[in-house]
């Protein structure tokens, strides 16, 4: 597709489970982002990639929280032990380097 | 750290009306991006300012970046419902990383 794709769209989750989130960016987007966004507040950086390498993982909040991107193509966003603070939208998005950022849809997780 | 703030948080306007959001960086940016999210949507990027003192316009939208770099408006001349929605500004963190730090952004509603 054209744009930046998410799945699942939304996931409920039992505390103390793993959730697995993907993302699809941009054909050709070489970096990769992960937001965190609660209601009422901007995203909040969790992870950066250019490439296959994370550049920057200064925004992951805890060690629960892990995220690859193996082919330097689709990222996958792993949190471990859930908790219900981890409730929120996850939110991927991909550009050229330095420039305009591509959001897609979102993960909306739910912790119960 | 590095914070971004937006005044004012929220905003009503009748359909016709002006309407300015401000974005506040407590350093000096490289550039400033501008995003709107539509209720139950994701953030769509609508501009980058890069230069000192820049003026940009698309449409009834102007958006400024401040002489020091620090602070940037968006004005939107003669609301419309269409631009419903959450304004974010965002900024580079400081130091080199491509991540972006937003801010909490301008809700505005529009009353027919």
């Known amino acids: 597709g054209a744009g930046v794709s998410q799945t699942p769209s939304n996931k409920v989750t039992e505390k103390g489970k793993y959730v697995e989130l993907r993302c699809d960016p941009i054909?050709?987007?070489?970096?990769l982002y992960w937001y965190r966004q609660s209601l009422g507040q901007g995203p909040e950086f969790l992870i950066y990639f250019q490439g296959t390498g994370a550049a920057d993982d200064s925004g992951l909040p805890n060690d629960r929280f892990f995220a690859v991107r193996p082919e330097g193509s689709v990222s996958t966003l792993k949190i471990q032990r859930t908790e219900r603070g981890d409730s929120a939208v996850y939110l991927c998005a991909s550009s050229r380097t330095g420039g305009a950022e591509f959001f897609g849809p979102g993960t909306r997780l739910t912790v119960l | 750290g590095q914070q971004v703030m937006q005044i004012p948080q929220y905003q009503h306007v009748q359909e016709g009306e002006d309407f300015t959001t401000y974005c506040n960086s407590s350093?000096?940016?490289?550039?400033i991006q501008w995003y709107k999210q539509r209720p139950g949507g994701h953030p769509v990027f609508l501009i980058q300012l890069v230069k000192s003192g820049e003026v940009k316009k698309q449409k009834r939208l102007t958006f400024q970046f401040g002489e020091a770099k620090k602070n940037s408006s968006l004005h939107i001349t003669a609301t419309q419902t269409t631009d419903v929605g959450t304004y974010f500004c965002a900024g580079p963190r400081r130091g080199g990383s491509e991540k972006l730090v937003f801010g909490k952004g301008t809700k505005l509603t529009v009353n027919p």
């Open positions: 350093t000096t940016l490289s550039n």
């Open positions: 054909s050709g987007h070489t970096a």
